[in-house]
């Protein structure tokens, strides 16, 4: 059988925390291993770089990258690795996070990045397990349930309104 692979969930700075929260909280959901660092293309590039360098070596097999403002920690990691990355632009005060957004998806020709809307952890989580789950079967099994259950409250939701409004 395959080796699980592992998902990394890097952030720009402990500030990303609370955002990011609600894909770690997807990944435990779905029984992923993952390891969570910050970690910061400005502040300590070369972390940033020899962290991305070894992660398949690691047993990653993606790496969500978030960051906020002139959010260029998805593309350097992207840059130093041939894993998936999938980037999560981080909402700001300032530009409310549309600059992040197109630090994030902006990327040249060549180096790309998965990204997700501004603070789309959840769908961030995701998209890893989908992309783990090509060659896991298990994952994808479950993946298939919470797709399930996601109809099933939509019914739900469609019956109560029909219900309180007849
Ligand atoms: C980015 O700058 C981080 O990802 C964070 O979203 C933003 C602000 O960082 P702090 O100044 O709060 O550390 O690099």
Redesign the pocket.
Known sequence: MAERKKVAVI??????AATMQAAIGQLEALNIAYEAHVM?A?RSPQRAADFASGAREQGFGVIIA????A?H?AGVLAAHTTLPVVGVP?R?QDLGGMDALLSTVQMPSGVPVATVAIDGAKNAALLAAQILAVTDADLAKRLSELKLRMEADVLAQDRALFDSSN
């Open positions: 952030m720009g700075s402990g500030s990303d910061s400005h978030a960051a906020g403002k959010a920690l981080i700001s």
